[in-house]
Antibody, heavy 125, light 107 residues
Framework: EVQLVQSGGGLVQPGGSLRLSCAVS????????MDWVRQAPGKGLEWVGR??????????EYAASVKGRFRISRDDSQSSLFLQMNSLKTEDTAVYYC????????????????WGQGTMVTVSS | DIQMTQSPSTLSASVGDRVTITCRAS??????LAWYQQQPGKAPKLLIS???SLEGGVPSRFSGSGSGTGFTLTISSLQPDDSATYYC?????????FGPGTNLEIK
């Protein structure tokens, strides 16, 4: 059974830092691209960024709204994904989801087929 | 960035109705579009991938169509459990963008 279990959310002051973790099981983590998606309270979904897999040198991509402040990393030996968030702003307040980019039998992307349970990050003084 | 729009933003329909949600992209995303269902307090669930491929375990009353800039999600016979917010998402180019969502209410 595929599971993505998140931890690390909480309340932080503007300008502060927070690190989110996502521990996965049930699939070969190193083979997959992993992303972060967030959802501000009462709002829609926003893609945050991506970690490519080992075969693609773990290259990362970020949304413009977080680029230079957030950093995505992974530890394939621990099957874990991380989101380091620095210089946090009030507008970063959201539920953060780690997600897996699914691949079909023909190796085409399918979309985000598995989601973590979400973790709340509140940036407030 | 590719902008995604959805219509309608809210929809109220009865059990057994056929409902259609439209998603438009500001430029072509080819077939790289997904549909998600999000029920209150839960993580989104992937329903449709590559514009029209039904994900495993998703009821066959859900279907997707379209390519390029115009897409639709259709529920052929609405069920009470379909009450949720539906999002489209393009994964043709970075940054991946979601539509604003369609809130589907069961009368």
């Amino acid at each position: 059974e595929v599971q993505l279990v998140q931890s690390g959310g909480g309340l932080v002051q503007p300008g502060g830092s927070l690190r989110l973790s996502c521990a996965v099981s049930g699939f070969t983590f190193r083979e997959y691209y992993m992303d972060w998606v967030r959802q501000a309270p009462g709002k829609g979904l926003e893609w945050v960024g991506r970690s490519r897999n080992e075969a693609n040198s773990y290259l990362t991509e970020y949304a413009a709204s977080v680029k230079g402040r957030f950093r995505i990393s992974r530890d394939d030996s621990q099957s874990s994904l991380f989101l380091q968030m620095n210089s946090l702003k009030t507008e970063d307040t959201a539920v953060y989801y780690c997600v897996r980019l699914g691949v079909d039998r023909e190796n085409y992307w399918r979309g985000f087929d598995f989601w973590g349970q979400g973790t709340m990050v509140t940036v407030s003084s | 960035d590719i902008q995604m729009t959805q219509s309608p933003s809210t929809l109220s329909a009865s059990v057994g109705d056929r409902v259609t949600i439209t998603c438009r992209a500001s430029e072509s995303v080819r077939i790289w579009l997904a549909w998600y269902q999000q029920q209150p307090g839960k993580a989104p669930k992937l329903l449709i991938s590559k514009a029209s491929s039904l994900e495993g375990g998703v009821p066959s009353r859900f279907s997707g169509s379209g390519s390029g800039t115009g897409f639709t999600l259709t529920i052929s016979s609405l069920q009470p459990d379909d009450s949720a917010t539906y999002y489209c998402q393009q994964f043709n180019s970075y940054p991946y963008t979601f539509g604003p969502g369609t809130n589907l209410e069961i009368k």
